[in-house]
């Protein structure tokens, strides 16, 4: 978890203030957290859990991740690039381990 600002696009989330809040428990960041002051200014008398009004865009996200995307994880270790001076080998090359990775990911899911 950072406190870096982040920044989403939507295109079926509403603009409007009023429609685009939901209310959700959030519980408190730690201390060593670089937003503590901010932090303890909404948390107040230490509270471990407030309810919070949040974006609905950050909320959707939050509630419909999948997972991680473990397909370029796995790219370093299948690796089957040859040397070639035609400027079309690596793109091949690339299309094929993409395909080769994405169906050991499908098989290990079954």
């Not at 919070?52 to 089957?80: C, F, M, T, W």
Request: hydrophobic share 35%.
């Amino acid at each position: 978890m950072d406190s870096s600002p982040v920044t989403m696009m939507s295109t079926i989330h509403p603009l409007s203030s009023e429609v685009s809040l939901v209310t959700r428990m959030r519980k408190h960041p730690g201390n060593k957290n670089t937003n503590a002051s901010g932090a303890n200014s909404t948390f107040l008398s230490r509270e471990r859990q407030k309810e919070l009004d949040i974006p609905v865009i950050v909320d959707a996200y939050n509630q419909h991740k999948v997972g991680e995307d473990v397909a370029d994880q796995y790219r370093p270790y299948y690796n089957s690039q040859l040397i070639s001076r035609r400027n079309w080998y690596p793109l091949f090359y690339c299309i094929l381990e993409t395909a080769l990775i994405n169906s050991l990911i499908i098989y290990r899911d079954l």
